[in-house]
Structures are given as C-alpha cells and as structure tokens.
C-alpha cells in the first residue's frame, strides 16, 4: 500500500505573512497548512519536505540550519528519527561553573533540544487524523493538546508525541497516596509527580475545617486533600481555563465535588477564608513555553503577591500555607533572606515551618547537571499570620 496523501492546499497569496501558517513547496506548487503548537512557538519560516529516506545526520544538520522538515513517509520511522535525533542533541559536555551559571546553562540546553527537536513536522488532516503509514489513532490526544481541529494542519512531531504520552497520564491517573485515590491530569496543567509537597498539606495542623483557598489549584490535588480531611468548603482558583476544566472533573471523580469547587480567578477568590493555601512555581526564572509557567515564575511574583496580598484575604485567626522548595537557594537564584524580608514586608510571622526531603530520582542522580542543587533541597509547608 502506499502513503496516504496529506489534504493540503496551495498556498493563498496572504497567507505567506500568517504567523499561523506554513508554507512550503511541493511538487511545482506552493502549498499551505494552519501551524498548531500548544506550546505556543512560532510557524517555522522554512520548510522542505522529507521522506523515509532521510538519515538522523541529514535530520540534525538541517535542525542546526533552522530547516523544518515536514514528514510524509512511515510514522514509526518518524519517530525513530526523532529518537535518534534526540541522541545526538543530548550528547554534550558536563555543565561546569556555580549553581546558577550551570542552571541557565542547563536551560539553554534545553531550549537548545527543543527547538532542534521541534523542526520534524507531521501533517494532521482534518479529524484529526495522520495521514501517514502506520500513524496511531491521536484523535483524543491532539483533541486535548489542540482543540477543535477541523483544517489541514502541521505539528511538531516532538510536541504530538508529548500530547500523546500527556493523554495516557489523563486516561491512566496519577495515583496520590494522600488522597488513597487518582487524578487525571489535563494536556498543560501541572500534577503532582513528587508526592511530599501533598503529603506536607495533609499532616498539616487544621485552623479550620469551615473553608479554605487554594490559589493556583492545577490539577486541584491540594483541594481535595483539604476536602478529604474534613474542609467543609474548599475554593481553588486558577487563571488558566484547562486548570478550572480539570480541579472540577477531578473534584468529581473522587466525589468531593460537594465540598470543593474550582473558580477561575486572578490568584484569590472573593471573600476571605480562615485557610489559604498556595503552592507557586519554584523556580524564580522567564518560562521559555506556555507549559513552563507551572515551573517558572519570573522575579518570584507569583509567590511575592501571594505574600503581599493574603492578610486582605484571611479571617481573623487565619493562617496562610506556602508550599515551597528552597531548590531556588540551592541554584543562587533566590536566598532565604529574600524571602524572609518579602514575608516581614508582607506583614506577616512564621508560625511553623514543616521540612521534607525530595524522594524522586533526580534528587540521587549524579549524572544530571543541577544535582548538587537537587540532592541539597528541602520541601517545606510554611504557616503564615498576619503580624
């Protein structure tokens, strides 16, 4: 059998300028496709067609040249070539120099493979289907990473494959031994892959069991570990409409949907609470992708207005929990006297502070370059009044 043919068009004149459209030549003609990334990166401006033919060289050295390749050959093969350029992008030299210099070093890294793996691109017919051999079925999976996809259209080959494996963490549920139950995490909304955090909220003195916030709620998983311990209304906000679309259906899956409701809110909810949790990204860094902003938060201003803001949102007697890592301190990127001095200029005191030390992998491997940063940090649950 041969390769099915994409349903691509020739391209329209005022096309050519669309940031959200590829253009390439095939065949004699100029052809066009709608450009979709859930990550938010731009249409590659130069695009060749490739076939099963091509090695992982030729794949790189065209990456390295700012080429993207768009695929119309076998599936399985693509993937292979992505793997194996995959290799070769991630062989390099052991980062040397401070904590910092070897994070930013890491990330440009990073971004470096991202953007040198985001240039093997598939066509997506209307469906969606892959109009490719031996394409698997992605209907459900680019559904939830792209939306409605109703015209001829490319991807990133390294994103879809993404979408693909974000979709089996959706089906398959995370399962979070506070809450004896699982999430099902959307494309784009953080879960909780380290455990101690959750575990950090659930032994964590009640000052109340009558309401309580969670700002920035995810996948709800905060949420609903107060639910399960007894919180008789717990609110979790989040700005971003997936995250909302999530906490709710996670909410109902573990039947706490009586007590806890997902809002979709700038930070805090109306009102004030006896309880406001808040677990902000970690890392005081500029996100390089749309998916980054649930890890990075530029000049710590997420955990900064949290601060500043929660007495005007706390009852009287009420207490705020900040959940956070100290893996920014170990990077040099943000010390414990700066954020000491942002929770005195707040107005506030520490009541408490509950430790606990990272159990994942990463935090015992020597081999990745932040591991003397990782292997350092501590977790902790910080009580927070009003002075």
């Known amino acids: 059998m041969g390769i099915p043919t994409p349903v691509l068009q020739p391209a329209r004149t005022a096309a050519v300028d669309d940031p959200a459209v590829v253009t390439w030549a095939e065949a004699g003609d100029n052809m066009t496709a709608r450009w979709r990334s859930a990550n938010g990166r731009p249409a590659p401006t130069r695009v060749e067609v490739v076939t099963d033919s091509l090695t992982a060289d030729e794949a790189n050295r065209m990456a390295s040249q700012g080429i ?47 953007r040198i793996l985001g240039l093997l691109l598939i066509p997506l017919d209307p469906g969606p289907v892959v109009p490719l051999r031996r394409a698997p079925d992605i209907r459900e999976a680019a559904a939830e990473a792209y939306g409605d996809i109703g015209e001829s259209s490319v991807v990133s080959l390294h994103e879809l494959v993404g979408a693909i494996g974000a979709h089996e963490w959706r089906r398959n549920g995370v399962y979070v031994d506070a809450l004896q139950g699982s999430i099902h995490p959307h494309y784009g909304t953080f879960f909780p892959t380290r455990s101690e955090y959750v575990d950090l909220v659930a032994a964590a003195p009640l000052p109340s069991d ?89 000049g710590s201003r997420m955990l900064f207005r949290f601060l500043n803001e929660l007495s005007d949102h706390l009852e009287p007697g009420g207490e705020g929990w900040l959940v956070l890592s100290d893996l920014a301190e170990h990077l040099g990127l943000r010390s414990r006297d700066d954020l000491l001095a942002a929770v005195n200029a707040a107005g506030l005191k520490v009541v408490e502070r509950l430790d606990t030390k990272p159990t994942h992998p990463k935090a015992s491997d020597r081999d990745d370059p932040l591991f003397e940063a990782r292997a350092a940090e501590v977790t902790s649950l910080w009580r927070l009044v009003p002075r």
């Not at 609110?235 to 909410?251: Q, V």
């Open 68 to 114: 993207a390749m768009l695929w119309h050959g076998d599936f399985h093969n693509a993937r292979q070539i992505l793997n194996a350029m995959d290799r070769r992008v991630g062989a390099g030299k052991k980062i040397a120099g401070t904590p910092a210099e070897k994070f930013y070093r890491h990330r440009q890294s990073r971004s470096h493979r991202a």
């Open 210 to 298: 009558t309401l309580a916030f969670d700002v920035g709620t995810g996948t709800g998983v905060l949420a609903a570990v107060l639910a399960r311990r007894g919180v008789r209304r717990v609110i979790g906000t989040d700005n971003e409409p997936r995250a909302i679309a999530c906490a709710g259906e996670n909410f109902r899956n573990l039947g706490v949907q009586d007590r806890a409701e997902a809002v979709l809110a700038d930070m805090f909810p109306p009102g004030r609470a006896p309880l406001i949790v808040c677990n902000p990204p970690w890392i005081p860094a500029t996100p390089h992708s749309t998916l980054d902003s649930a890890v990075y938060d530029p």
